[in-house]
């Protein structure tokens, strides 16, 4: 096996072993074989190359277009020219992937499920580390400095992960990567012979450093320490890197808790994660439920509530976790004057969907699932418990239908002390704008119920405001008054700001987070999406509790109590449903768009189409990821023929003689003789510059195997060439133009097929590009040690050097 061809393997291998390490991040390990594959023809296309040989950023392109077809056949083979080609089409399916996957990333927790979009990234990213790897430790052949893509790689595992890559992936990359080393210490033991250590000499000095004395160690030294250096690296990184939380809405969260009474829940914040659900381009199922609710529009599932404002955010407050009791206690400040009905929920949750929050009802009063759960009594909310989450979770929930009339809320008496202290405090920085727009438009309430409807009925209809899920305001203070000044906003500015200002008022106020009721299937079934994703305030009352406000007009529904007429009192005993109807969600979206009489209000089937509501839209692949990816292809694309291009542009430099005066008559002849030395060099007959131009000419001819009339243009050439060259008046010659394409038509008609195609696309006469790079390099460099000031320096190292040595 030669040199080149172990470095392949190893390189490969590298590569391999440290994409090991995401294999964690995702549901199934099947995309490390396509991985596998992809590296394998990526780096096969690459020894073919380095075979011919080709020149190394030739090489580069051929893998790199030959890995973006691979990917195209993948991932968008419907959309290719040919079903191979990347066009167009394919390029505008691989963009929306990709945007897909980023979005993905932000909405699913560790193991996510493997997306095209996820899928397509990671795929996308072992391939390009690849490619890295190989040009450097193959192609460039310096396989220290491969170790740092490698340690890319790992690194992006490992601060993904939670609580970063365990020890045997961190094993198996740095195996590849030391593998790497061993295999290029060998290639180059193999090209210089064996390492013969004479007489020791004393090594250490300034003088060894400068001029490499060691002879064979010194590039083994050095190896070393890129390869200490590089994994020392891989042991800090993931340590340094935060481990993501991976949203309120997609993953796990940051409740923990071991123990009776023991654990706390911590904060989070839900605005990055509701708005990326939001944005979603497919409205992805996340639960499905079967309730006997009398009214849908009314079954919220909550997830927590958001109860402390420290100026930034919003955030739920550390609180103790208790073991689930069997029943769970009596609301908050609900008396037994208001009417409750208590219905039951079959949930079943969807495998791609984690978080360590339990949708619920609100209040729940039972619940019955299965799994490691803890209660926070003062939210009324179920957390997963070392490492529990809602994935694929089938839980049935007890909860009651609060049912208070707008006299009773009207009447309702004023909260406790330690009860309002906690829920309307706000923060200094809070601006002024707050509190005086909320006193403006509460203005002549004779209560904090009218006042919050007034609220309400402000953001819904009365205050102007616009839908708008692209908006990224923040939920600060500052935010919150650039959205009463802007008013355009999803339901997370609604909720907060609505919130706010209650506590200006006195009225104790919260945030729920959750999701609104779905859409109801064609079996019965209700069906919750992403796109459910939902904020909406609670405002305290005493004697009622806890009760929801809907302020995001287009969004949800307002509750019966805060509309004018007055809500029925029928609250009749419905029958339970059974434990066994509950359907097993499915992994693809609902289709069905069907929609009851009862769902059948402003936003709640769809997007909404009263004026002054912007529902949220799908825009698509942003014009710049588009746009970006179309130039990345056709850089792709054009690198292959860059040769031809640069041969055909310089062909046309030289014989084109047009608008030259006579004194150019020996650059022209010149030029032409160098196009026709170049032409015969593209065919395979190298230039021999000791030759004078009549035997070069001869020598084209024989090797050539020149007609009579191409071999007749040869010599004419020659013979100007000899004029321009040795002649005390050179007489202009004619016709130089037509003979140089002569010679070139002739070479071609001798050729075969493949020399014509290797001439025309891989002219070996383009060499002299990396050659005109390689002198103006070098010219750059003796300017540089040429400067003023450089001749001292380098003397006194010379004499340090001297005197060490």
Same mark, same amino acid.
Not at 50 to 56: F, I, K
Not at 413 to 419: A, D, N, R
Not at 439 to 467: C, M, P
Not at 601 to 615: D, I, N, R, V
């Given at each position: 096996?030669?040199?080149?061809?172990?470095?392949?393997?190893?390189?490969?291998?590298?590569?391999?072993?440290?994409?090991?390490?995401?294999?964690?991040?995702?549901?199934?390990?099947?995309?490390?074989?396509?991985?596998?594959?992809?590296?394998?023809?990526?780096?096969?296309?690459?020894?073919?190359?380095?075979?011919?040989?080709?020149?190394?950023?030739?090489?580069?392109?051929?893998?790199?277009?030959?890995?973006?077809?691979?990917?195209?056949?993948? #991932?968008?083979?419907?959309?290719?020219?040919?079903?191979?080609?990347?066009?167009?089409?394919?390029?505008?399916?691989?963009?929306?992937?990709?945007?897909?996957?980023?979005?993905?990333?932000?909405?699913?927790?560790?193991?996510?499920?493997?997306?095209?979009?996820?899928?397509?990234?990671?795929?996308?990213?072992?391939?390009?580390?690849?490619?890295?790897?190989?040009?450097?430790?193959?192609?460039?052949?310096?396989?220290?400095?491969?170790?740092?893509?490698?340690?890319?790689?790992?690194?992006?595992?490992?601060?993904?992960?939670?609580?970063?890559?365990?020890?045997?992936?961190?094993?198996?990359?740095?195996?590849?990567?030391?593998?790497?080393?061993?295999?290029?210490?060998?290639?180059?033991?193999?090209?210089?012979?064996?390492? #013969? @250590?004479?007489?020791?000499?004393?090594?250490? @000095?300034?003088?060894?450093?400068?001029?490499?004395?060691?002879?064979?160690?010194?590039?083994?030294?050095?190896?070393?320490?890129?390869?200490?250096?590089?994994?020392?690296?891989?042991?800090?990184?993931?340590?340094?890197?935060?481990?993501?939380?991976?949203?309120?809405?997609?993953?796990? @969260?940051?409740?923990?808790?071991?123990?009776?009474?023991?654990?706390?829940?911590?904060?989070?914040?839900?605005? !990055?994660?509701?708005?990326?659900?939001?944005? *979603?381009?497919?409205?992805?199922?996340?639960?499905?439920?079967?309730?006997?609710?009398?009214?849908?529009?009314?079954?919220?599932?909550?997830?927590?509530?958001?109860?402390?404002?420290?100026?930034?955010?919003?955030?739920?407050?550390?609180?103790?976790?208790?073991?689930?009791?069997?029943?769970?206690?009596?609301?908050? @400040?609900?008396?037994?004057?208001?009417?409750?009905?208590?219905?039951?929920?079959?949930?079943?949750? /969807?495998?791609?969907?984690?978080?360590?929050?339990?949708?619920?009802?609100?209040?729940?009063?039972?619940?019955?699932?299965?799994?490691?759960?803890?209660?926070?009594?003062?939210?009324?909310?179920?957390?997963?418990?070392?490492? *529990?989450?809602?994935?694929?979770?089938?839980?049935? !929930?007890? /909860?009651?239908?609060?049912?208070?009339?707008?006299?009773?809320?009207?009447?309702?008496?004023?909260?406790?002390? *330690?009860?309002?202290?906690?829920?309307?405090?706000?923060?200094?920085?809070?601006?002024?704008?707050?509190?005086?727009?909320?006193?403006?438009?509460?203005?002549?309430?004779?209560?904090?119920?009218?006042?919050?409807?007034?609220?309400?009925?402000?953001?819904?209809?009365?205050?102007?405001?616009?839908?708008?899920?692209?908006?990224?305001?923040?939920?600060?203070?500052?935010?919150?008054?650039?959205?009463?000044?802007?008013?355009?906003?999803?339901?997370?500015?609604?909720?907060?700001?609505?919130?706010?200002?209650?506590?200006?008022?006195?009225?104790?106020?919260?945030?729920?987070?959750?999701?609104?009721?779905?859409? !109801?299937?064609?079996?019965?079934?209700?069906?919750?999406?992403?796109?459910?994703?939902?904020?909406?305030?609670?405002?305290?009352?005493?004697?009622?509790?806890?009760?929801?406000?809907?302020?995001?007009?287009?969004?949800?529904?307002?509750?019966?109590?805060?509309?004018? *007429?007055?809500?029925?009192?029928?609250?009749?005993?419905?029958?339970?449903?059974?434990?066994?109807?509950?359907?097993?969600?499915?992994?693809?979206?609902?289709?069905?768009?069907?929609?009851?009489?009862?769902?059948?209000?402003?936003?709640?089937?769809?997007?909404?189409?009263?004026?002054?509501?912007?529902?949220?839209?799908?825009?698509?692949?942003?014009?710049?990821?588009?746009?970006?990816?179309?130039?990345?292809?056709?850089?792709?694309?054009?690198?292959?023929?860059?040769?031809?291009?640069?041969?055909?542009?310089?062909?046309?430099?030289?014989?084109?003689?047009?608008?030259?005066?006579?004194?150019?008559?020996?650059?022209?002849?010149?030029?032409?003789?160098?196009?026709?030395?170049?032409?015969?060099?593209?065919?395979?007959?190298?230039?021999?510059?000791?030759?004078?131009?009549?035997?070069?000419?001869?020598?084209?001819?024989?090797?050539?195997?020149?007609?009579?009339?191409?071999?007749?243009?040869?010599?004419?050439?020659?013979?100007?060439?000899?004029?321009?060259?040795?002649?005390?008046?050179?007489?202009?010659?004619?016709?130089?133009?037509?003979?140089?394409?002569?010679?070139?038509?002739?070479?071609?008609?001798?050729?075969?097929?493949?020399?014509?195609?290797?001439?025309?696309?891989?002219?070996?006469?383009?060499?002299?590009?990396?050659?005109?790079?390689?002198?103006?390099?070098?010219?750059?460099?003796?300017?540089?040690?040429?400067?003023?000031?450089?001749?001292?320096?380098?003397?006194?190292?010379?004499?340090?050097?001297?005197?060490?040595?």
């Amino acid at each position: 096996m030669s040199g080149r061809t172990r470095l392949t393997l190893c390189a490969w291998a590298a590569t391999l072993l440290a994409a090991g390490a995401l294999v964690p991040l995702v549901e199934g390990a099947g995309w490390l074989v396509q991985a596998a594959l992809l590296l394998g023809a990526q780096s096969g296309v690459g020894a073919l190359a380095r075979r011919v040989p080709l020149a190394r950023s030739l090489t580069l392109a051929c893998q790199v277009l030959v890995t973006l077809v691979l990917l195209t056949l993948v #991932f968008a083979r419907d959309h290719a020219l040919a079903g191979v080609v990347p066009g167009p089409g394919a390029v505008m399916r691989l963009g929306e992937l990709l945007v897909a996957g980023g979005e993905d990333i932000g909405t699913y927790a560790i193991p996510a499920p493997l997306t095209d979009g996820i899928r397509l990234m990671m795929l996308g990213g072992v391939v390009l580390i690849g490619l890295l790897v190989d040009a450097l430790a193959v192609t460039f052949r310096s396989a220290a400095p491969a170790g740092l893509p490698l340690l890319a790689l790992y690194s992006v595992a490992a601060g993904l992960s939670d609580g970063g890559a365990s020890w045997p992936w961190f094993l198996l990359a740095a195996s590849g990567y030391l593998l790497l080393l061993l295999a290029e210490g060998k290639d180059r033991l193999s090209q210089w012979g064996r390492v #013969f @250590g004479g007489a020791s000499r004393p090594s250490g @000095g300034l003088a060894d450093g400068l001029t490499g004395a060691g002879g064979g160690t010194s590039p083994v030294r050095t190896g070393r320490r890129i390869g200490v250096l590089t994994l020392g690296i891989a042991l800090a990184v993931p340590l340094a890197l935060p481990t993501l939380d991976s949203g309120l809405l997609s993953g796990d @969260g940051p409740g923990r808790g071991k123990g009776s009474g023991g654990g706390t829940i911590s904060a989070v914040n839900p605005l !990055v994660s509701l708005q990326n659900n939001l944005n *979603q381009p497919e409205n992805r199922e996340v639960m499905t439920y079967r309730s006997n609710i009398q009214d849908p529009q009314s079954m919220y599932l909550r997830i927590l509530s958001l109860d402390e404002f420290n100026g930034s955010e919003w955030r739920s407050s550390t609180r103790r976790l208790t073991d689930v009791p069997d029943r769970l206690p009596q609301p908050d @400040g609900l008396s037994g004057d208001v009417a409750v009905t208590e219905i039951r929920t079959n949930i079943s949750a /969807s495998r791609s969907y984690q978080q360590t929050y339990l949708p619920l009802p609100y209040p729940a009063s039972e619940v019955r699932v299965g799994g490691r759960w803890r209660y926070e009594p003062e939210g009324r909310t179920l957390v997963g418990d070392d490492g *529990q989450t809602t994935r694929g979770a089938r839980y049935e !929930v007890g /909860s009651l239908v609060v049912e208070p009339t707008a006299e009773q809320l009207a009447a309702a008496g004023p909260p406790s002390e *330690q009860l309002a202290a906690e829920y309307t405090k706000v923060p200094d920085s809070l601006p002024s704008v707050v509190a005086e727009t909320a006193k403006k438009i509460t203005e002549g309430s004779g209560n904090a119920y009218e006042q919050a409807v007034k609220l309400q009925d402000w953001f819904t209809s009365d205050g102007g405001f616009t839908y708008d899920t692209t908006v990224t305001s923040g939920t600060g203070s500052q935010a919150i008054a650039r959205f009463l000044r802007d008013k355009e906003g999803f339901c997370v500015h609604f909720s907060f700001s609505m919130a706010a200002m209650a506590r200006t008022l006195g009225i104790p106020a919260r945030v729920a987070v959750g999701f609104t009721p779905g859409t !109801v299937k064609a079996d019965g079934a209700t069906s919750v999406g992403l796109r459910d994703a939902h904020a909406w305030p609670e405002l305290y009352f005493e004697g009622v509790g806890w009760t929801r406000f809907e302020p995001t007009p287009s969004r949800g529904t307002a509750p019966e109590y805060t509309q004018p *007429q007055v809500p029925t009192d029928d609250t009749s005993d419905p029958a339970q449903p059974s434990a066994d109807t509950s359907e097993a969600p499915t992994e693809a979206p609902t289709t069905d768009s069907s929609c009851p009489p009862q769902l059948r209000q402003e936003g709640g089937c769809g997007p909404s189409e009263s004026a002054g509501a912007a529902p949220p839209t799908d825009r698509g692949t942003p014009a710049g990821t588009v746009l970006l990816v179309v130039l990345g292809v056709a850089l792709a694309l054009s690198l292959p023929l860059a040769p031809l291009l640069w041969r055909t542009r310089t062909r046309n430099r030289r014989l084109g003689s047009a608008g030259r005066t006579p004194a150019d008559a020996a650059d022209r002849t010149l030029a032409a003789w160098r196009e026709v030395t170049d032409t015969a060099w593209d065919h395979g007959i190298a230039p021999d510059e000791s030759l004078t131009p009549r035997k070069a000419a001869a020598r084209i001819v024989r090797l050539g195997r020149l007609d009579t009339s191409a071999a007749e243009a040869v010599h004419r050439l020659a013979g100007a060439v000899e004029q321009v060259l040795y002649a005390p008046q050179p007489r202009p010659a004619s016709g130089l133009t037509e003979d140089a394409l002569a010679v070139r038509a002739g070479l071609g008609a001798s050729a075969g097929r493949g020399a014509r195609l290797r001439a025309m696309f891989l002219p070996r006469s383009s060499v002299r590009v990396m050659w005109a790079v390689a002198e103006r390099r070098t010219a750059l460099v003796e300017r540089w040690v040429n400067r003023p000031g450089h001749g001292r320096w380098t003397a006194r190292l010379r004499r340090l050097s001297r005197q060490h040595g």
